[in-house]
């Protein structure tokens, strides 16, 4: 037998972690990585924290998971927090992003679906370079045929428009239209967020014509960009919104939030999750709302992410053969890079021992915890300095 015990979907690489420390990872044997990638968005209070541990450690000791036959007390409070702090009344809790995606999918259809809606609006446009998650219903939602190559078939219903194109996404509505659905700040394809123009287009489009605008921010939401989601960067609202990753700190959670209108299709016996919301996750999520749900935190992380954006556009200066530029917002950092990024990614997490992710778009991610500071801030542009220094460009060319 040649195949692995762990189906080998991941090419995964030397790095072995065993433990975590604040921003660090330590390996198997001994060495420190500087965690630039929080587990792709996700440990944004770092690893290790206290309060998360607490929070996680106290609902274990007293109660893990029942089933959602019953009142849910813990997923009330998490729900009324998340119902307080954005456009959303109401929420339903998943385990993951995809998950989350998928509920706000089917949220979206059965808008239309529901009585008095439109029946034939099934369809929602999405956009080139999403990336939506790994299920049947999230691969199709993207164009990326990477990720449907021996999937076939797709499920039916998708649309793709040019990410940031508004004249594209209208050129493709019909009376099939059901909505769109946009990560407002593409995470996979590259940190690109969408043009002010483009955003707030698609929800005056939406708006003119009944439609549903869902937003995809598993990866951008929860106070990676300095806003508790990336929405309030453009002073409109969603109607469906996915989030996950950065929500749990750690621990497997997501969510679908929609507003009371757009969620009248969800009633009951519509969808379901038999782990989605359980108590555990509940604390878990509720320890990291604690932590960054106000506007010093929030405050704390645009500024940081000011700092460390003004470094890197200075640092990218000296290499203009390497790097194109810097984009993104709060600690939600892309450098463009000249050659493609991949190479140069490995090159910094195997001799520098700094862990970053590469993205679609020539482009490296900087997604360090949103509670590093400047000790870690200079860390990192140290290892980077060294990095760039060191790589052979013409090689990875
Ligand atoms: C990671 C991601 C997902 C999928 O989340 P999973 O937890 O891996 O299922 C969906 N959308 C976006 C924007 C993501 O970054």
Same mark, same amino acid.
């Given at each position: 037998?040649?195949? $692995?015990?762990?189906?080998?979907?991941?090419?995964?690489?030397?790095? /072995?972690?065993?433990?975590?420390?604040?921003?660090?990872?330590?390996?198997?044997?001994?060495? /420190?990585?500087?965690? +630039?990638?929080?587990?792709?968005? !996700?440990?944004?209070?770092?690893?290790?924290?206290?309060?998360?541990?607490?929070?996680?450690? /106290?609902?274990?000791?007293?109660?893990?998971?029942?089933?959602?036959?019953?009142?849910?007390?813990?997923?009330?409070?998490?729900?009324?927090?998340?119902?307080?702090?954005? +456009? *959303?009344?109401?929420?339903?809790?998943?385990?993951?992003?995809?998950?989350?995606?998928?509920?706000?999918?089917?949220? %979206?259809?059965?808008?239309?679906?529901?009585?008095?809606?439109?029946?034939?609006?099934?369809?929602?446009?999405?956009? $080139?370079? *999403?990336?939506?998650?790994?299920?049947?219903?999230?691969?199709?939602?993207?164009?990326?045929?990477?990720?449907?190559?021996?999937?076939?078939?797709?499920? &039916?219903?998708?649309?793709?428009?040019? @990410?940031?194109?508004?004249?594209? %996404?209208?050129?493709?509505?019909?009376?099939?239209?059901?909505?769109?659905?946009?990560?407002?700040?593409?995470?996979?394809?590259?940190?690109?967020?969408?043009?002010?123009?483009?955003?707030?287009?698609?929800?005056?489009?939406?708006?003119?014509?009944?439609?549903?605008? !869902?937003?995809?921010? #598993?990866?951008?939401?929860?106070?990676?960009?300095?806003?508790?989601?990336?929405?309030?960067?453009?002073?409109?609202?969603?109607?469906?919104?996915?989030? *996950?990753?950065?929500?749990?700190?750690? @621990?497997?959670?997501?969510?679908?939030?929609? $507003?009371?209108? &757009?969620?009248?299709?969800?009633? @009951?016996?519509?969808?379901?999750?038999?782990?989605?919301? =359980?108590?555990?996750?509940?604390?878990?999520?509720?320890? #990291?709302?604690?932590?960054?749900?106000?506007?010093?935190?929030?405050?704390?992380?645009?500024?940081?992410?000011? /700092?460390?954006? *003004?470094?890197?556009?200075? @640092?990218?200066? =000296?290499?203009?053969?390497?790097?194109?530029?810097?984009?993104?917002?709060?600690?939600?950092?892309?450098?463009?890079?000249? !050659?493609?990024?991949?190479?140069?990614?490995?090159?910094?997490?195997?001799?520098?021992?700094?862990?970053?992710?590469?993205?679609?778009?020539?482009?490296?991610?900087?997604?360090?915890?949103?509670?590093?500071?400047?000790?870690?801030?200079?860390?990192?542009?140290?290892?980077?300095? %060294?990095?760039?220094?060191?790589?052979? !460009?013409?090689?990875? &060319?």
């Amino acid at each position: 037998m040649s195949i $692995t015990p762990l189906m080998p979907v991941y090419p995964r690489c030397g790095v /072995r972690p065993v433990r975590g420390e604040h921003c660090h990872l330590i390996d198997e044997d001994g060495t /420190r990585y500087l965690d +630039f990638a929080s587990g792709i968005a !996700v440990n944004l209070l770092g690893h290790s924290h206290e309060g998360l541990i607490g929070a996680i450690q /106290r609902q274990a000791e007293t109660l893990m998971h029942v089933s959602n036959l019953y009142g849910s007390p813990q997923g009330e409070a998490l729900a009324q927090r998340l119902v307080d702090k954005t +456009f *959303a009344d109401t929420v339903f809790f998943t385990n993951s992003g995809a998950e989350a995606v998928e509920c706000a999918i089917k949220t %979206a259809r059965a808008y239309h679906q529901h009585e008095g809606g439109d029946p034939n609006r099934t369809e929602l446009i999405t956009f $080139t370079n *999403a990336f939506h998650g790994r299920t049947m219903a999230t691969i199709s939602a993207s164009n990326q045929e990477k990720m449907h190559k021996g999937f076939y078939p797709m499920l &039916a219903g998708f649309q793709y428009a040019e @990410f940031d194109n508004l004249d594209h %996404a209208r050129s493709l509505m019909s009376d099939k239209t059901a909505g769109f659905l946009v990560e407002p700040i593409q995470g996979e394809g590259g940190i690109r967020p969408g043009s002010e123009e483009f955003i707030r287009g698609l929800r005056q489009l939406a708006d003119e014509n009944d439609l549903m605008l !869902v937003f995809d921010e #598993v990866q951008c939401g929860v106070a990676r960009t300095g806003k508790l989601y990336a929405y309030e960067h453009y002073g409109i609202e969603p109607d469906i919104m996915a989030t *996950a990753k950065g929500i749990g700190g750690g @621990f497997p959670l997501g969510a679908c939030l929609a $507003t009371e209108k &757009a969620a009248r299709g969800m009633g @009951f016996g519509t969808h379901g999750s038999t782990y989605g919301g =359980n108590p555990l996750a509940m604390a878990a999520g509720m320890a #990291v709302m604690d932590a960054v749900a106000n506007d010093e935190f929030l405050a704390e992380v645009t500024e940081k992410g000011d /700092r460390l954006r *003004a470094r890197l556009e200075q @640092f990218i200066g =000296n290499y203009p053969d390497l790097f194109e530029l810097v984009r993104g917002k709060g600690l939600m950092l892309g450098i463009k890079m000249k !050659v493609e990024s991949r190479p140069f990614f490995v090159h910094l997490r195997d001799n520098h021992q700094l862990l970053t992710v590469a993205a679609g778009d020539k482009t490296l991610r900087v997604l360090p915890p949103l509670v590093a500071g400047d000790a870690e801030f200079d860390e990192f542009l140290e290892k980077l300095s %060294a990095g760039a220094a060191s790589f052979d !460009v013409a090689a990875a &060319a």
